[in-house]
């Protein structure tokens, strides 16, 4: 029974998503894998390659969590986090079928590519949409199945019986082949998009022993944010520094021992489907395990003990987090249809089952403020507070993170004209965002457009020019660093500005006749 949990916890994680939660998918394949881990632990354990692998990089995730992370509970939740390692690791001792694995891989990578092809002729409402999640993880997955399947079929073929086996295996290899090269023709435009560039995941890589901590991985390259580094070495260097740096290469080392093709999973940004790709390729690779005898009688019945207590933790602790992913879910939903009351409630039940998670404090703090703007007097006040309080214990909960940061800026910023003295706030909260996120144009222009709003004219023009430096295609920052030189009286300096921004916006949008309008409007 433990084989076949195992077997189908593996072989579906590239399919596996439900729309229960915020995130369909890694939450969802997060949640089935620690249930997975959990009942496994019931078990005799084995120890095979794949569980000293996955182990040197748990070993890793615990001291960041020690040492880096701020936030204990978003560290141990997180897809690429301790959790995760820990139940591939338990995962990683049972003794399943590598053919039943293999054909389980193959039908799985079948069915993403098959939705590939449809999406790709327009069948689908989002040509780049796959059930993994990422379509680089999608290109991932079908690069390794492709090396087990040719390989296959090259087996099946060579002997006299299975004909029908080897059709099935043509077939899939025929799937997966056209799907690969559809995504991939489909991924190549939008690549510099949606992967983080060598360089910036180069800038971004921790030189402390213990990392930044797997939950405070934000970077920012021009203004697109991204979660992950652009490979895995790189983001175990980031998140776990030089100790999950070391990790990741004892791992490598041994993954590529055990199947040499699974070194291309190396250079894609790592997602939790591809660590469980990478777990295939050591259960399918890897040589009998060692049974760890649990001798003498006390030792055996108190190892079983001390797993039962860990399973019923595991299932426990991630069934309250997955009911408050729920709960988060259900109030995002709410608030689309403008059910203001009800999204109040449900996201102070999400509150109540995960309270150390940021971002339900961040969420509940936007919603406050948004429902000031059409209160009463009375409940506007009670609600800017809350809003103002909900964003500081976000902060508060994690200090290192750049979205609670960034959060707290924007509530502050939002009440500068009816709230005395809150722009003093927002400044300190855009310069505690921007030192831990330097290069960041969005917070050198908000924080440029604070200290417009207290008429500090020459200092946001010195961040305006920064924005502008960091990235030249970024027409807000031209069009703030016009506006903060007319309002100083500079008419020359503002002209050039504002015709900078209107060649780089359409012409054919609101804001180039606005910009327009405002380089007409400057006296000559």
């Known amino acids: 029974m433990i084989k076949w949990i195992t077997t189908i916890a593996f072989a579906v994680t590239p399919i596996f998503f439900l729309p229960f939660t915020q995130d369909y998918y890694d939450t969802n394949k997060w949640m089935m894998l620690v249930g997975a881990a959990s009942l496994v632990l019931l078990r005799p354990l084995a120890v095979t390659s794949g569980t000293l692998a996955f182990g040197a990089l748990s070993l890793s995730a615990l001291i960041s969590f020690f040492f880096a992370s701020t936030n204990k509970v978003e560290a141990l939740v997180h897809p690429l986090g301790l959790i995760t390692f820990l139940a591939l690791t338990i995962l990683s001792t049972v003794p399943i079928s590598k053919t039943m694995l293999r054909r389980g891989l193959y039908l799985s990578t079948a069915i993403l590519n098959l939705i590939a092809i449809y999406q790709f002729f327009g069948m689908g409402n989002n040509p780049l949409w796959t059930p993994s999640g990422t379509t680089t993880t999608t290109i991932a997955i079908s690069l390794l199945t492709l090396t087990l399947l040719i390989s296959d079929v090259f087996q099946t073929f060579k002997k006299s019986t299975g004909q029908t086996l080897a059709s099935l295996f043509v077939l899939a290899l025929f799937i997966i082949t056209t799907g690969t090269v559809l995504t991939v023709w489909l991924c190549i435009p939008k690549l510099s998009g949606n992967s983080m560039p060598l360089s910036a995941a180069w800038d971004a890589m921790h ?75 050591f259960t399918i690779s890897s040589s009998k395990p060692i049974h760890i005898p649990f001798t003498p009688t006390v030792v055996r019945y108190t190892g079983r003990l001390l797993f039962i207590i860990i399973s019923v933790v595991l299932l426990y602790g991630s069934g309250r987090y997955y009911a408050g992913e729920y709960y988060y879910a259900q109030s995002l939903r709410a608030a689309q249809k403008n059910e203001g009351t009800k999204t109040y409630n449900i996201l102070l039940k999400a509150i109540k089952l995960n309270k150390f998670i940021t971002r339900y404090h961040t969420t509940l703090s936007q919603f406050s403020i948004s429902l000031a703007g059409n209160a009463e007097q009375k409940l506007k006040g009670q609600l800017v507070q809350q809003g103002i309080a909900e964003a500081k214990i976000a ?114 949008s609101s804001d180039y006749v606005k910009a327009k309008y405002e380089l007409d409007a400057l006296p000559h």
């Open 395 to 508: 902060v508060a909960l994690n200090p290192k993170s750049i979205p609670a940061w960034e959060n707290l800026a924007t509530i502050y910023q939002t009440i500068m004209t009816i709230a005395p003295g809150s722009d003093q706030w927002a400044a300190a909260a855009y310069q505690k965002a921007l030192s831990l996120d330097p290069d960041n144009p969005v917070f050198m222009v908000n924080l440029g457009s604070v200290l417009v709003f207290e008429k500090k004219y020459d200092e946001a023009i010195q961040l305006f020019r920064r924005a502008t430096a960091v990235k030249p295609d970024y027409a807000n920052a031209y069009y703030n660093l016009a506006s903060a030189y007319t309002r100083k009286g500079d008419t020359i300096n503002a002209r050039l500005a504002l015709e900078q921004t209107l060649r780089l916006v359409p012409r054919e």
């Open 207 to 281: 030189p402390s022993l213990a990392g930044a901590g797997v939950e405070n991985f934000v970077s920012t390259y021009g203004n697109v944010r991204f979660t992950t580094s652009n490979n895995f070495f790189f983001h175990m260097a980031s998140v776990y520094g030089i100790i999950g740096l070391v990790a990741s290469l004892i791992f490598a080392f041994l993954l590529v021992r055990s199947y040499p093709m699974a070194i291309l999973l190396f250079f894609f940004p790592p997602t939790l489907t591809i660590l469980v790709s990478m777990a295939i390729a």
